[in-house]
């Protein structure tokens, strides 16, 4: 188990709710996420405490649980990383369980990875004077994968009854998290000039992952490995541009934010664009995202050969190498990349 910064151990409850609320009594609006990493535990180990209370330790049977995710009605699906979030408010129009990974059509668009779903909990919480009602899911790192909040449209039965036929016998307020392996799961040696011959020889942007795998390679490393044929650095300060550009123009773009879990997508055009400090954000009536510019170290314009064409990226990264947010100019397989999208990118340095 991880340790908190005062040596309080997370499998001790009271002294972990006692810290967070001091920490909300000194600041009330810190999020759990930062309360977590205050006190050097995961979000699932700190919402646990909160077990027998405002929130049931669900044990589900995610294959068969998220084909009843269209019956809540309009919902909004949250999909985090460290660096960015996406929020889309929608129903779950269209659900597709594979071997591979579950696919979300809809005005909710996910592609969730059923296998690393691990620990979830049902959560009542008070914001504004207003309950909020969600189902919210980690992995077994207790890392947040993804939350469904209840909306003023949705029907409260069906949650109600979700959450009731999916409680856990075990109702403790402790919550066992698998530790983090710190060994580098990639080849730093891995054979650059093959892999760039490979990259030049795609087919479909989905054949990508297949290529890292059969590298070992960091998603990072295997872009150095191909500049300046199909890739380039610029300044990070210029997704405020490319989004500002996107807006004013109505150009249609597509954001995906990730996790070990779960990956979330918007197909539409962005509207309003607001700087608030460090975060970067698109305010729309049912969308959402948070860009933490911060936690960005990196940012790439990164090209895939494709039947179709090339397909122009933007790919951020944090300090780990770990990728924050993509964008590309929206399009669907088959079709060829807007050529408003490359001439937006194009200007870029």
């Keep these: 188990m991880k340790q908190t910064a005062n040596a309080i151990p ?24 930062n309360v977590a990493d205050q006190l050097q535990i995961s979000e699932a180990q700190l919402l646990a405490t909160k077990v027998g209370e405002t929130v ?42 594979s071997p591979h990974a579950t696919t979300v059509i809809g005005p909710i668009e996910t592609r969730a990875f059923l296998h690393s779903w691990a ?15 969600s189902i919210q899911v980690f992995d077994k790192y207790g890392d947040a994968i993804t939350k469904i909040y209840l909306q003023d449209e949705s029907d ?33 040696n891995f054979n650059r000039l093959q892999l760039k011959k490979e990259w030049s020889q795609l087919k479909d942007t989905h054949d990508f992952f297949g290529l ?24 990070k300060s210029q997704i405020e541009l490319v989004l500002n550009t996107a807006s004013s123009t109505q150009l ?17 055009v962005v509207k309003k664009i607001v700087v608030m400090e460090n975060w970067l954000n698109v305010l729309d009536k049912d969308f959402n995202m948070h860009l933490n510019m911060e936690e960005v170290d990196t940012a790439w314009v990164v090209k895939k050969p494709t039947t179709e064409g090339i397909v ?19 399009r669907k397989p088959g079709q060829k990349e807007l050529t408003e999208w490359k001439n937006l990118l194009e200007k870029l340095v």
Excluded at 12 to 17: F, K, N, V
Excluded at 20 to 26: R, S
Aim: glycine share 4%; proline share 3%; net charge positive.
């Design 212 to 235: 890292l795998r059969k590298h070992r390679a960091n998603r990072l490393e295997a872009i150095k490995a191909v500049v300046p044929e199909f890739a380039h650095q610029i300044n």
């Design 156 to 188: 409260v039965s069906v949650y109600d009854e979700l959450v009731k036929d999916n409680t856990a016998q075990d109702q403790n307020k402790c919550q066992a998290v698998a530790l983090k392996n710190n060994e580098d799961e990639y080849d730093e």
């Design 119 to 133: 620990i979830s909990f049902a959560v009542t919480s008070q914001t504004k004077g207003k309950t909020l009602k």
């Design 56 to 97: 049931t330790r669900l044990e589900v049977d995610w294959k068969s649980f998220i084909k009843k995710l269209p019956l809540l009605g309009k919902v909004m699906s949250l999909t985090r990383n460290k660096g960015c979030v996406l929020e889309h408010k929608g129903i779950f129009d269209k659900v597709i369980v």
């Design 312 to 330: 122009t990226s933007i790919e951020l990264f944090d300090h780990n190498k770990e990728m924050v947010v993509q964008f590309f100019g929206y």
């Design 252 to 268: 249609p773009i597509m954001i995906f934010v990730s996790n070990l879990g779960n990956i979330q997508i918007h197909q539409d």
């Design 10 to 33: 997370a499998n001790d409850p009271q002294e972990i709710e006692k810290l967070w609320n001091e920490i909300l009594t000194k600041n009330p609006r810190t999020r759990i996420r």
